[in-house]
């Protein structure tokens, strides 16, 4: 078993330290500079930093998937397998919104945790919490126990979201992150779309919703390991350094040994200048003291919330859970004959959907990050207003609706969908990215909640053709807050963002 390289001991930092023994120094000069020596790393080298993590949020988008058959399954005298299959509609919604409820709540685990036991550890606790939660909603006895497992892995779901886009955005190579960040998008539409199939294929077998929740249990298996095995993140390791909460050298050892281990043997001979550049970009742009809570809502701390929390709100507001919730109607109307079985609409729409992450994945580090949010986001303003106009004008024409809800599928998977969380992984400062992901992330589960809460009463009151269209009078919105508030981190270290976008 590799050791642990996050087990160091604590003792005061001296910030005068000379640059012969490759200490941290206060007088020495920043190392942000508008020509960075390009990084030396290995490609392969890269992917187990990024795989491990990013089966937290295959795990996420599986259950998405996966639930929306259980509750059929769930709910069949003949197929069901418990005496309990009876559901009122409160239930169902329970066993949907459960695992939201969780995240909410892991959301809040991490606002207190992140920082001290940092993203490897809180990812291995994650992979737990999915190993139970997982166990107990297959094995569940009663209604009550199938509750308390959706809410146990909702945690973690709410602990995975928050730390793997802080641990791969931390580990990955500068010139890649924003493709390895936004990979964790297109492994949660992936596992959609497991869910998705694995959930036509089990649905008319006895007790098949059973099946849909413990095929997870391997992958958290995996996960699990993979994390323990991987190193701590060079940048927290260090961040607890000019923080006073860790041993210099030991500390400074540790981080070198694990950007080896992250960049491959191209990176050994450089590793430990890079780490030197670290320190002193960290303690130029101020990271040499913890964040107070009251500090979070001032100065760059403050830029920071409002870029991460606006992105991540517009990304739920902007209509996502309501448009593919009419998805099946629009695809019926039109004739095909795909919408008469929900489970392969779903599919059809997760393949759209992983296509589309695939190209965003592709061109996000050459084209750039602001680019694709103004074009994708536009998209969809298009979309909505025309998805309305169907709904109030132009119902004798499937075709407009069908074309409206594939353009906003492909316009949201290469905007929103990536971008925002790709964005609060690289945006929040070091002293701040535990907490302030924390709160990002917060505010995406409770929008969604508050979305998925409002859209029925608010369609039964306003009609769909208004909702839609008042859904692409807030992308309007969300493109000003873009255009004006948003900077482009394309190509820029975490150190770089800090200093020139903040």
């Known amino acids: 078993m590799a050791l642990d390289p996050e087990q160091q001991p604590i003792s005061s930092v001296s910030r005068e330290v000379g640059k012969s023994d490759g200490e941290i120094s206060a007088e020495r000069e920043p190392l942000i500079k508008e020509n960075h020596t390009p990084e030396n790393y290995s490609v392969v080298a890269a992917i187990l930093p990024f795989f491990f993590p990013a089966l937290g949020g295959l795990l996420y988008g599986y259950e998405i998937g996966a639930t929306s058959c259980a509750t059929i399954s769930l709910q069949s005298p003949s197929l069901s397998g418990i005496s309990w299959y009876n559901l009122t509609s409160v239930d169902v919604g329970l066993v949907t919104s459960g695992s939201l409820y969780g995240a909410l709540f892991g959301s809040i685990v991490a606002f207190t945790i992140a920082d001290v036991i940092g ?7 994650a992979a737990l919490l999915y190993l139970v939660g997982a166990l107990v909603t297959a094995l569940a006895p009663t209604y009550s126990v199938l509750i308390i497992g959706r809410v146990t892995y909702g945690v973690s779901v709410g602990l995975a979201m928050h730390a793997a886009p802080m641990y791969i955005a931390e580990t ?12 964790k998008e297109f492994f949660i539409v992936l596992g959609m779309v497991g869910g998705y199939g694995i959930g036509s294929l089990t ?70 200048e890079q780490v030197n550049e670290i320190l002193a970009e960290l303690t130029f742009v101020g990271e040499d003291k913890e964040v107070t809570f009251g500090e979070l809502f001032h100065g760059k701390c403050l830029k920071a919330l409002i870029i991460g929390g606006g992105l991540v709100l517009f990304q739920q507001i902007t209509g996502q859970p309501s448009v593919l919730y009419y998805a099946p ?10 919408a008469g079985d929900a489970t392969r609409v779903s599919i059809l729409l997760g393949l759209l959907k992983l296509i589309m992450t695939g190209v965003a994945v592709v061109v996000i580090d050459r084209l750039g990050r602001r680019p694709l949010l103004l074009g994708g986001v536009s998209g969809m303003v298009v979309s909505l207003f025309l998805l309305g106009s169907y709904y109030l004008f132009f119902s004798a024409s499937p075709v407009v ?26 945006i929040f400062p070091l002293k701040l990215r535990g907490r302030g992901l924390s709160l990002a992330v917060l505010v995406n589960f409770g929008a969604n909640a508050l979305v998925t809460f409002a859209f029925s009463p608010l369609k039964e009151l306003l009609g769909a053709g208004i909702l839609f269209c008042g859904f ?24 770089e963002i800090e200093a020139k976008c903040l």
């Open 119 to 125: 993203r490897r550890k809180e990812l291995i606790l």
């Open 172 to 183: 990955a190579p500068s010139p890649i992150r924003g493709q390895l960040v936004s990979l």
């Open 203 to 272: 649905v008319n077998i006895h007790s098949g919703w059973r099946y849909m929740y413990a095929t997870s249990v391997p992958l958290a298996v995996i996960m699990g390991i993979g994390m323990w095995w991987l190193p701590a993140s060079p940048r927290w390791l260090l961040l607890r350094v000019i923080q006073g909460k860790g041993n210099v050298e030991n500390q400074r050892e540790s981080a070198i040994k694990s950007l080896c281990r992250l960049r491959g043997p191209a990176f050994v001979d450089s590793a430990a």
């Open 329 to 338: 109607s629009i695809l019926q109307t039109a004739g095909f004959s795909a």
């Open 401 to 426: 609706a069908v074309v409206a809800l594939l353009l906003y599928v492909g316009c949201y998977q290469l905007s929103f969908g990536p971008i925002g969380w790709l964005m609060i992984s690289e």
């Open 472 to 495: 692409g009078v807030i992308c309007v919105l969300s493109l000003v807050f873009i255009f004006f508030i948003v900077p482009e981190t394309k190509g820029l270290t975490l150190e």
